[in-house]
């Protein structure tokens, strides 16, 4: 059973923990390949120079990653704009990074409009301004999903 962080605009957040969760196997690979990172690089960087690293961690265990993903929003069948997804990896899990003193919820509800516009359900938020990167990661899991892939009608 997992520890059930709090519910966020209809996803549940969960503190580093690998049980119950989709993906398990892909994002133990992802949270080791962070906290690689992490111990090589430390804490202290912006964002962009751990981006590029986990990128470049992550291709080396085989994995595909994209990096600044562009993201169309729309309203009402229309175009209002786009912003960019940090990584996107095996097309499966969406990456946030941050280099900030606390997880905000506005950091959360960043990572789930992307999760929701790229129809993507497992998201994970990293923030390497931590002296543990473990303690700075949070699993996003959009409500609906089910376990053995896919989101419940």
């Known amino acids: 059973m ?3 962080h709090r519910s ?7 503190a580093f923990d690998e ?3 989709p993906e398990p196997e892909l994002t133990g690979k992802i ?3 962070g906290i690689q990172v992490h111990r090589e690089l430390g804490a202290g960087y912006v964002e962009k120079i751990y981006e590029r690293s986990l990128k470049h961690e992550l291709g080396k265990q085989g994995l595909r990653c994209d990096s600044q993903r562009t993201v169309k929003v729309y309203y009402d069948g229309v175009e209002v704009g786009e912003h960019d997804a940090d990584l996107v990896v095996e097309d499966k899990v969406v990456l946030e990074l941050k280099t900030v003193e606390v997880i905000l919820d506005k950091h959360v509800s960043q990572l789930i409009s992307t999760m929701k516009a790229l129809r993507i359900p497992l998201g994970l938020l990293m923030n390497f301004n931590e002296a543990k990167l ?3 990661i949070r699993r996003v899991v959009l409500s609906g999903w089910r376990q ?5 009608a």
Request: aromatic letters at 4%; a negative charge; glycine letters at 24%.
């Open 2 to 4: 997992s520890r059930r």
């Open 8 to 14: 966020v605009e209809g996803a549940e957040v969960h």
């Open 19 to 21: 049980r119950d969760y």
């Open 31 to 33: 949270i080791g390949c």
């Open 134 to 136: 473990v303690d700075g």
């Open 148 to 152: 053995g892939g896919g989101q419940d």
